[in-house]
Nanobody
Framework: QVQLVESGGGLVQAGGSLRLSCRASGSIFGINAMGWYRQAPGRERELVAIITNDDSTNYADSVKGRFTISRDNTKNTVFLQMNSLKPEDTAVYYC??????????WGQGTQVTVSS
């Protein structure tokens, strides 16, 4: 069974940086995009960043210029480098792999807390 395993969350002061990683355990075929979402308490889950097979990227306006998504296809891993973190970035961050044939896969979530 495929699982997405996330790491890299934690507590950081405003202005600091964190790097999230998400690796697939097991084989996933036909991945067409990898992305990161986040959900803050009392709010809907929102897309933070996504990277497609042709390396096109898209970011939420709130993180543009501060966050960078990247991937390592050989290891089925996606990263999210988060710089200049703000308290409003505090949320549970989830990775997602989208596939052509078997639907979408989600990570279990990792907490990111930014203190002011």
């Amino acid at each position: 069974q495929v699982q997405l395993v996330e790491s890299g969350g934690g507590l950081v002061q405003a202005g600091g940086s964190l790097r999230l990683s998400c690796r697939a355990s097991g084989s996933i075929f036909g991945i067409n995009a990898m992305g990161w979402y986040r959900q803050a308490p009392g709010r809907e889950r929102e897309l933070v960043a996504i990277i497609t097979n042709d390396d096109s990227t898209n970011y939420a306006d709130s993180v543009k210029g501060r966050f960078t998504i990247s991937r390592d296809n050989t290891k089925n891993t996606v990263f999210l480098q988060m710089n200049s973190l703000k308290p409003e970035d505090t949320a549970v961050y989830y990775c997602q792999f989208r596939t052509w044939y078997t639907g979408n896969y989600w990570g279990q979530g990792t907490q990111v807390t930014v203190s002011s």
